[in-house]
C-alpha cells in the first residue's frame, strides 16, 4: 500500500501535466493562436537555453531579496506572535493595525519605500516589499498556533507554577510550530512573488540591476513574449526551491513528533 501510494504521489501530477501540455498544444491546432502570442513549450525552453546566463543572473538577483524579505519576515513574525499570543490587551491593540497594514495595496506604498532615505530604490526597496507581502501570513498563523495550545496542558504548567514566559516558551512556542511553519510555507511561495514585483517598482529606479522582475519589463518593452514566458517559468522554479527549502524544514522539525507525517511504530 504505501509503494502504490508513494508511486501516485509522483505519477499523478506527470498525468496532469501531461494532459495540460496536450491541451497547451491543441489551442495552437485548433483555434490557429499566433506564435508569439502563444508560444509552445518546446519553443520556451528553447529561449531559457538561449538566455540562460541572463535568467540565471537575474534569477541570482531575485533571490537575495527574496530571501532578505523572507527571513526578515520570519523572525519578524514570529517575535511579534510572541507578544501577542502574551498579552491580550496588546493583541486587541496591535492586530488591527496589522490588517490595515496588510490591506493596505503594496502598489500604493511602493512611491513612499522609494523616497523613504533608510530603504530607498535598489535592494533594501525589494526586502522591504517581500517584507511586506511576507509578514503577514506569518504572524496570523504562528499567533493562532500560540492561541491554540491543548489547554489540560496550560492548567498542568498553571498548576506547577510556571511562570508565564516559562508557559510560553516551554509549551506555546512548541505547540504552535507547525502553525509557524505553515506561516513559512505560505510565505515562502509570496516571497519571490514580492522580490519580482519589488524589482519591477523599485528595482528599475535603482538603475535597474537585473533581477527577473527587471527582465519582464525588458522583455515586455522588447515584446519578446517567448522570453517572457521563459521569465515566468525561471520564477516559478525559484518559488519551487523556497518552498522546498521550506519544506525541508518542516521535516526536520516535525518528523519524529508530529502527527501529519506517519510514523512507524517500533
Not at 506572535?81 to 493583541?91: A, D, M, T
Not at 505547540?175 to 513559512?184: D, I, K, R
Not at 525588458?218 to 526551491?241: D, E, R
Request: aromatic letters at 12%.
Amino acid at each position: 500500500m504505501k509503494k502504490k501510494s508513494s508511486v501516485s504521489v509522483w505519477l499523478l501530477p506527470i498525468i496532469t501535466g501531461l494532459i495540460f501540455v496536450a491541451c497547451w498544444y491543441s489551442l495552437r491546432l485548433w483555434f490557429h493562436v499566433s506564435e508569439w502570442l502563444l508560444p509552445m513549450p518546446h519553443e520556451i525552453i528553447a529561449t531559457m537555453v538561449k538566455e540562460h546566463s541572463r535568467l540565471l543572473a537575474a534569477a541570482g538577483y531575485t533571490a537575495w531579496g527574496a530571501l532578505g524579505g523572507f527571513l526578515l519576515a520570519a523572525m519578524t513574525g514570529f517575535l511579534i506572535s510572541l507578544l501577542l499570543g502574551r498579552s491580550l490587551p496588546l493583541r486587541r491593540s496591535l492586530y488591527p493595525w496589522l490588517l490595515v497594514l496588510q490591506m493596505t495595496p503594496v502598489i500604493v506604498l511602493t512611491p513612499i519605500i522609494v523616497m523613504w532615505p533608510l530603504i530607498g530604490p535598489g535592494l533594501p526597496g525589494i526586502i522591504t516589499i517581500t517584507w511586506l507581502i511576507s509578514f503577514f501570513p506569518i504572524v496570523v498563523n504562528t499567533t493562532q498556533g500560540l492561541l491554540s495550545t491543548d489547554m489540560n496542558h496550560v492548567a498542568l504548567f498553571r498548576m506547577c507554577h510556571a511562570s508565564r514566559w516559562q508557559e510560553m516558551i516551554y509549551l506555546r512556542v512548541p505547540a504552535a510550530m507547525p502553525f509557524y511553519l505553515a506561516g513559512l510555507r505560505i510565505a515562502a511561495t509570496l516571497a519571490p512573488i514580492g522580490a519580482i514585483f519589488g524589482e519591477y517598482m523599485v528595482g528599475n529606479s535603482g538603475g535597474g540591476s537585473g533581477g527577473l522582475g527587471y527582465l519582464v519589463y525588458s522583455y515586455n518593452t522588447q515584446i519578446k513574449i517567448p522570453a517572457l514566458f521563459a521569465t515566468g517559468l525561471t520564477s516559478c522554479l525559484l518559488g519551487f526551491v523556497f518552498v522546498a527549502a521550506v519544506s525541508l524544514l518542516n521535516w526536520a522539525v516535525l518528523h519524529k513528533w508530529h502527527d501529519s507525517f506517519e510514523r512507524e511504530d517500533h
